[in-house]
């Protein structure tokens, strides 16, 4: 993984003090509450309803071990001994003490990390693919070009007050883990003729107005990368909206002017700075991505693990659910779920994160990643080894099997933590995992993205669940609308609203009649979306509402 | 008379006495002293100025103005200042940059409005050199200008190479 050079390093450290400065004086007064803000936000410092919040970024979801070990220190020492995995592959701290946040970011810096741009109307921690680097069905790692755009908009003098917050993915696979359709820009690079090129999508976006993206740029070779994003970034910059920050999102700008008037305006920008200073250099581009190069492997042949399947069927399971194809025979990647029963989705103990870093140390290459679904990932691990992983996993509660399954819950802080939450949403993810709590029924209904935010602006991602729930305020009470067949793979689609919403004891029974209604129409093998796009909303509708007619 | 605006000079980061009054919509241009006038102003009355007055006559943007509003003819105006209605309104980081890298404007550009002292670097970066930072700002922060952060990945107006042009990265 990439290295801090002199440069990094310095501008970290640099950052660290002037943001002690801001504190020091925000404390004496010096600062009003609304100016401290903008620049605590900046520095990934948000507060919640009970407290501070601080956001760390991961870049691209990627971390050491050692990067690891000190968030777990961080949980320890300045929170209340746990952090939460955020989906934007970020660590979350919910209890930090505004006056110790420059002290958490020195010990950030000391591995290499910080929290610049994780909140605030800048852009945003670029997300990627969880299996960026290993996935088999890669066509090119996109972390090189994450570390480039990260650096790239790290402080950007020209771009750092945007009108609203500013969200890249990139993605370098068939299929798409990281949501490249609804983001702001959505970057999606593949091979042309033993080249990389880049397909730009921009406008896609969740909150209170879900868009999937328009593609505005095919085939943009690696050196324009940089430029063209500037372009982009300047068109939204100066005309995006700035009245109302429910229309300040630049999916609103490129409905407003059209995909295609977007694309012209970004065009006529970028003529006037392509080739320019800012266009990328072979050699930079080979520099970083040294950085990303693959590990060095054994030579291994892939391992046949029938007979531990056979006397442990939680470990097959487990193989089954959350355990990924490797590039390499011998290797696998691996979900550790935090989708655990009673905890909030994302949670993750000190204690966890340390097991977890010592995991990728033993069993892989010391790399760990966060997906956006709010799970670890152990990226190489040798498959003579997991076995040794599942048992270790299982002793601190990161071995249930369900990834990919309806309780593999993407879910906000919600209510419980978030001052902008209408109701909250911890509480449902845990009585729908609650009512189908038996494993064999939850393996039958097969691959299902359940999401769940909080408020319209949709951190859960709900729009894009095949189910979706939405916390909403009626007279000051919390009830929640549900939707279905929204994605955010491969041929996005965004979710339809079934109609009226439920209180949240209803929520549970509401999801066992959808689902039952999904298993008395399925073909066989054929998974809830693909049902639900054959059939619709109708059946759907008419059931759960049936008591109601 | 022409009101002098409230407010500390920064030129660089030396406090400067400010010469440049406001001269707004209705006041006539006064016999001498430098004024500055709204860009709708300055378009339907002097922009066409070539004597020794046009070196007198300062414009101010807002920070929507579009560039196509005004022409070349901004090259002659001994200053430009753009307006900040917030000083988080990050469009006059943007016409800051296309003044000076698309207009090639290469006289004094300021900041004014609301101005702070926390964003100077920002400011400079993207070709502002002198800022009129309003009533009760903390000038000391802001005298630190470009010394709060001594390195940038990025191309700037004042320095267009990025890092990976201007050193030898990794090290």
Redesign the interface.
Known sequence: MYRY???DK??VA??VA?YR??TN?YLQG??SES?FL??RLRNGLYVQRLAPMLRVAVPYGTLSAHQLRMLAHIARHYDRGYGHLSTRQNMQFNWPDLAEVPDILEDLASVEMHAIQTSG?CIRNVTTDHFAGVAADEQIDPRPFCEIIR??S??????????RKFKIAVNGAAADRAATDVHDIGIEIRMEAGDPVFDFKVGGGLGRTPVVGSLIRSGLPAVHL?TYLEAIL?VY??YGR?DNKYKARIKILVRALSAEVFADKVDAEWA?IKD???T??E??IQ?VAAWFAPPEYESLVDQDLGSLRLAHPEFAHWLRMNVTPHQRPGYACVTLSTKVTGIAPGDVSDRQMDAVADWAERYGHGDIRISHEQNFVLPDVRQRHLFDLWSAARNERLAIANIGTLNDIICCPGGDYCSLANAKSIPIAEAIQRRFADVDELYDLGPIDLNISGCMNACGHHHVGHIGILGVDKKGEEWYQISLGGHAGRGASLGEIVGPSFSRAEVPDVIERILDVYLAHRRTGEAFLDCYRRIGIVPFKADVYADAA | MPMLPEGTLLRGTAVADDDWAMLDAQESLPTAGKVLVPVTRWMEEFADLTDADSQRIGVVLEVDTELDAFDVRIHRVPLIAISFPAFNDGRGFSLATLLRTRIGFAGELRAMGSVHEDVVHYLFRCGFDSLLLPPGRNIDVAKRGLSVMSQYYQGSVIEPKPAFRRVQRGA
């Open positions: 050079d002199t440069i310095t501008f640099e950052r002037q400065d801001q004086r010096e600062l100016e903008q620049l109307n650096q790239w790290t402080s950007h003098p020209e771009f750092d007050w945007l009108p940089l300047r910059n100066r700035r006037h320019g200073p800012s990328l250099t050699q930079e520099r």
